[in-house]
């Protein structure tokens, strides 16, 4: 059976399946609903381009939640004004430049990547996996 490829990471090579991206999505879903992130909610998701954004959006909606990107290279004053026009409680960023700009707003709940359980790296083939991913039930 052929792995689909969803995404190439452009910084490291590393490729991300369908299947990855599934099961990445369904355990970072899992994180968000267990920090209190609600249908209807909205999350914003201030990552870099890449298979960590991919993830964190598709465990967004996959929650119910409303996904708010913030372009990474926003100047901390457009950043803290778009945090605050949100009224978002909750933020998904490993960016100190957003957690700054996150101070003054509604925002009490912040996650970085690692929190979702999508830090793993991507596997280039089926032969080559992370611990985590020989672990079945």
């Given at each position: 059976?052929?792995?689909?490829?969803?995404?190439?990471?452009?910084?490291?090579?590393?490729?991300?399946?369908?299947?990855q991206?599934?099961?990445r999505?369904a355990?970072?879903?899992?994180?968000l609903?267990?920090?209190?992130?609600?249908?209807?909610?909205?999350?914003?998701?201030?990552?870099p381009?890449?298979?960590?954004?991919?993830?964190?959006?598709?465990?967004?909606?996959?929650?119910?939640?409303?996904?708010?990107?913030?372009p990474?290279?926003?100047?901390?004053?457009?950043?803290?004004?778009?945090?605050?026009?949100?009224?978002?409680?909750v933020?998904?960023?490993?960016?100190p430049?957003?957690?700054?700009a996150a101070?003054e707003?509604r925002?009490?709940?912040?996650?970085?990547?690692?929190?979702?359980?999508?830090l793993?790296?991507?596997?280039?083939?089926?032969?080559?996996?992370?611990?985590?991913?020989?672990i079945?039930?």
């Open positions: 059976m052929d792995e689909r490829i969803v995404m190439v990471d452009s910084g490291t090579g590393l490729k991300l399946t369908e299947e991206l599934d099961e999505s355990v970072a879903t899992v994180q609903r267990r920090r209190g992130v609600r249908a209807g909610d909205s999350v914003l998701i201030c990552l381009v890449g298979p960590d954004l991919l993830v964190a959006t598709d465990a967004v909606i996959a929650a119910g939640a409303v996904a708010w990107p913030l990474v290279e926003l100047d901390a004053a457009v950043l803290r004004e778009r945090i605050v026009a949100s009224d978002a409680r933020m998904i960023s490993d960016l430049r957003a957690l700054d101070d707003s925002v009490r709940i912040v996650m970085g990547v690692a929190d979702l359980g999508a793993h790296p991507y596997p280039s083939s089926r032969g080559f996996r992370t611990e985590s991913d020989r079945r039930p």
